[in-house]
T-cell receptor, first 111, second 115 residues
Framework: KNQVEQSPQSLIILEGKNCTLQ??????????LRWYKQDTGRGPVSLTI?????NTKSNGRYTATLDADTKQSSLHITASQLSDSASYIC??????????FGKGNQVVVIP | EADIYQTPRYLVIGTGKKITLECSQT?????MYWYQQDPGMELHLIHY???????EKGDLSSESTVSRIRTEHFPLTLESARPSHTSQYLC??????????????FGEGSRLTVL
């Protein structure tokens, strides 16, 4: 079983609307959690990093939250744009010197 | 934009051919990685290197091999390609800190199709 589960697997949203992506993990001990954005045909690019003591962090229209107690993170996209169409990958770093990757949330923004 | 480059971006070859996927970075990062990515699936680490002359196998078994003769260069080689090797291969690098906890900088990927 994957140590990082993301939901929904895919979603379609109208341009200008908000959406929230979920990431649940079982990695322990926990070091940090990153959200990456991967455009079609490109490599992933880091959006945010969350450490144990951080609850929320914003990067423009992207806001990530972390609840280390329940081992859950979310990525909220505000006022979506067509350029937000991408796969969003949750990556958790643990103390065992390894990264655990989720399968990604595939977001499609339509006009 | 990350300064990490992969070539070729796309490659279609026949079974049994030898191929080398190139990866170069100009950021001076000691740590470099190769990941395999299939549609709808998570990235799987197949090789990594913590510096020159250091290479290790990752979590996913792979018939490919890698070398790290120069800091900036981390090529991946398949001696005899098979259709099961068809996939997207992503090269990445990171700097400093605890291995595998720093930000990964990815190349654009090499999409390999073996007929």
């Amino acid at each position: 079983k994957n140590q990082v589960e993301q939901s929904p697997q895919s979603l379609i949203i109208l341009e200008g609307k908000n959406c929230t992506l979920q990431c649940n993990y079982t990695v322990s001990p926990f070091s940090n959690l990153r959200w990456y954005k991967q455009d079609t045909g490109r490599g992933p690019v880091s959006l945010t990093i969350m450490t144990f003591s951080e609850n929320t962090k914003s990067n423009g229209r992207y806001t990530a939250t972390l609840d280390a107690d329940t081992k859950q993170s979310s990525l909220h996209i505000t006022a979506s744009q067509l350029s937000d169409s991408a796969s969003y990958i949750c990556v958790v770093s643990g103390g065992n010197n390894r990264l655990a990757f989720g399968k990604g949330n595939q977001v499609v923004v339509i006009p | 934009e990350a300064d990490i480059y992969q070539t070729p971006r796309y490659l279609v070859i026949g079974t049994g051919k030898k191929i080398t996927l190139e990866c170069s970075q100009t950021m001076g990062h000691d740590k470099m990685y190769w990941y395999q990515q299939d549609p709808g699936m998570e990235l799987h680490l197949i090789h990594y290197s913590y510096g020159v002359n250091s290479t290790e196998k990752g979590d996913l078994s792979s018939e490919s091999t890698v070398s790290r003769i120069r800091t900036e260069h981390f090529p991946l080689t398949l001696e005899s390609a098979r259709p099961s090797h068809t996939s997207q291969y992503l090269c990445a690098s990171s700097e400093g800190g605890h291995p595998n906890t720093g930000e990964l900088f990815f190349g654009e990927g090499s999409r390999l199709t073996v007929l």
